[in-house]
């Protein structure tokens, strides 16, 4: 059920992202609307994102899905996602994370969620820190590795 | 002590700063963390394990800055172990070195005070079993200070508290007892808990001024440092104590105080929020302390007595804290408020006062000497309440009263002053053979002096008093043993400095010194019947 | 012992002192007894008739007086004969004193002379040892000394050698430390430059094959 918009997510930024969007859509679930219109379909409209706002909206088409009971467990399902750190010597762009996310997604198991930090002090390459395993395959790393093997 | 990176890329397991509660951080991450291992964190601070959870590290701050949340943290894969060589006697060794360079993770480069070569890396908080390594106790241990040795003695390898309420002496007995053992050639290990600068600074000065600093470690965690590092200051002292231990040597350690340790740690626990127990002191208390004292003891090589110092409430005797303490050691030596407010020091109450061993190690002589003196007091404190009648009682309670005035006299000591054991007895065998009759209190006190003075000069002297205290092994012997050496003692020449010309007799009571008695004294005099 | 001429002259005379001695106490003897007599006679004369009595005894009394007398005369002349007797004998001795005196002089003299002669005899003997032995033992320490001298100086060379070798090792281990210092300097410097030079130069493509590289890595080494 959630696999639509979980699917889109790759980063932790979006991940926030949407916990803030699904935090205003469980507000606006009692509340009424301006002119009497649901103030659930004015939040959709106004305050989320489109992709969000149709992937929801596909959701709740089905009547046997109730609203409240859905943001509910969309926000656990959010905090259950854990992270993999992966640090950059540089900012990647959106065209190289998505490449990035595609290729996790095929190559190892869809869902991963990419924390990127920028250290330029990596020179290249990357360092990933996940589930509390830290792994450095830098390019600072393997010039030092370099380094010390020809005794310099 | 290697960097971040280091670590980082050994263990190849990293963990961030999710929360910090003052010296409490949970982090998570670190999937093969165990409690006790020390961590590294990346801008610099040092920590150790307290506890898992499934999804967090509890991790204890060692380090004095505030650490952010989302630093990343790298173990170390080792326990909190610190580098020991004998460089440390005569050192102070504050917080900031137990931080900096004593809490050494591998063997690297010597830092400027401790000498690379001869270092000893040693766990800090272990529980080995030692059990078959114990002895008997059989030595004695002087600590210089009359009332204790003779009637609350002290064996080598025990563990005896010190407890009582706060500035009634304790502090100024352990430094006694510390001078007499340091120029016995025993090594001195002082750790002073969560005190004031000032404080530290004040012990700091006396153990150089009194030059023993050579046989002293001085261990201090100041009060403001972090909670973590006071709580580990006495399983530091001692490890270090451990370390002169295994050489073979005599150690005391002085643990001052433990009351102030476990408020620490209360602190501590609250706030990992641990369930506070009784006194919102955490489950563990009596563990934390039961594991540190069991290390100390008689060995095969070497001993390590301890001296642990709590701290009452208003006499309090039956705390928390305090009576945990009391069970965990072989007995305790009573500070009282009563005593110390009627000037008596130092202010030691032997009837509440307790030693499991200390009798073991005595002499015949000393044990029966003990004993009587013991009984006598007892008696002497009972007959308190008719001191009032005095003039109209009989000759045989009045001169309890003369003789009671003249050995609680006796046993009053200056915080200076050092009375060696042998001169002890004799000198209380003076006392009891009614030496210097008529004379007052002070002039007697003068006398002491003088002789204890002579005893430490003049070796011929200090040989023929330890031929008279080892001779005797009863009490009567002893005393007999005493009169026919009054010209060694009360007519001393040495004496004749401090005698003034006319001494002011102070007026005897009439009856010659008879049995003591262990009966109950006799009935207050009913003034009706009387008259009848 | 054979009596000598002399010695019997000696010895009577001698004889005859004693028998003049013997008689003159004799006489001194009778006259005491004679005088108290004579007292207890005057006495009992005094006694019984003074006068007559008294007169015979003061006339016996000079009488004896004067035979007293005439006896020590007699006495005194034999004494002197026997001191002129003496002093003949005493002659006579004396002259054969001196001859013995001299006989004995000469014979120790000559036993002095001999001593003498022995005595040079054995300072040359002794002179003449002591020479041969003083020149052995100079000939002794002599070698002694340059045997000392000889391994002083070889042990002056072994120690010099040695403490060469100590200096050049000292020097060399220093020398390596200040390379090795160098060295990690160098290495330093290497490292700084490696990372400011090759983390600018790299492309973006470069980059992203890097990372993609790194991912292929991560997931051979199941990190993901």
Redesign the interface.
Known sequence: MYSELLDQLMTVDDVEKLKNEVEILRSAVFKLGKKNEDAFEQTLKNDVRTWVAEAIRKILADQTVDKQKFLQDLSEELKKLKP?QIT???Q??QA?LE??HD??NV??HPG?LLDIQYE??I????V?????????????KK??EV?EKTN? | MKDFAYYLDKTQEIGFVDQVFHSIIYAHGLPHAHPGEVVLFETGEIGYVLSLNDQSVEISLLSPPVVDVGVRIARTNSYLSMKVSDDYLGMTITSADLEKNTFALEETEADGRVDGKNTDLREVDTSKNTFTLHKKITEPLETGVKVVDLLVPIGVGQRELLLGDRKTGKSNFVLQTIRTQAQKGCICVYASIGKSQLEIQRLTQFFQSEQISKQTVFIASNSAQRTGLIFLTPYVAMTVAEYFRDQGKKVLLVLDDLTTHARYYRELMLLAKRFPGRNSYPGDIFHIHARLLERGGNFKNGSITCLPVGQSFLGDLAGYIQTNLMSITDGHILFDNEYFDQGRRPAVNPFLSVTRVGEQTQTPLAREIGRTLRTFLADFEKIQQFKHFQTELNESIQYKFYMGERLINFLDQDSQEIVPFPMTLVLFGAIWADFWKNQPHEQIKKYLRTLIDLYKKDTGFQKQVDDIATKSEKLSDFIENIKQQQDLIANNPALAAVTPPAAAPVAPPTPTPTAVSTTTPTQPIDKKEAKK | MALTGTTLLLLLALLLLFLLTAALLFLIHTYNRFAEQLEDMEEVLNGKSFGKAGKVLEEARDESLTIIEKSEKKAEAILQNTNMFSADVQEEMSKKLKETGQKQMDEYLKALATLRQDLVDIFQKTAKELEVEAQHDVEGFRQAIVQNVVQSQEKLATQLQQETEKTSAALEKHRAEVQAKMDASVKDIVKQVVQDVVGKSLTSKEQELLIFKSLEEAKQQHVL
């Open positions: 993999v950059l010597a540089s990647p762009s190289l490449k990035m290729w996790l190559q190892v991963i330029p002090a020179l290249g390459g990357m990933i820190a996940a589930d509390g395993k830290y792994h450095d395959f830098s390019l600072r010039t030092l380094l310099i």
